[in-house]
């Protein structure tokens, strides 16, 4: 005997969520999608690490009072 559901469901959001759960099978590399990923495979962490790099030793937090400037010089 089958449970009587209070939920109805929608076939638009059912498709939609299964469209989700398979977005790898239908993958492809595009001039788009390659770009997307240069930029958070490559861009990014290259654009961190150059900050990382620039500021570097540049700030002493360390025992500062009120006044005192934070750039060593």
């Not at 638009?12 to 759960?21: D, K, L, Q, T, V």
């Not at 654009?47 to 620039?54: E, P, V, W």
Request: proline share 5%; aromatic share 14%; charged share 25%.
């Amino acid at each position: 005997m089958a449970v009587p559901s209070f939920l109805k469901v929608d076939p638009a959001i059912e498709r939609w969520n299964r469209m989700r759960e398979d977005a790898y099978k239908h993958f492809r590399f595009t001039p788009r999608t390659t770009w997307v990923t240069m930029c958070g495979f490559v861009l990014v962490p290259g654009a961190i690490c150059y900050l990382a790099s620039k500021t570097h030793l540049k700030w002493n937090w360390a025992g500062k009072r009120k006044g005192e400037a934070l750039a060593q010089a």
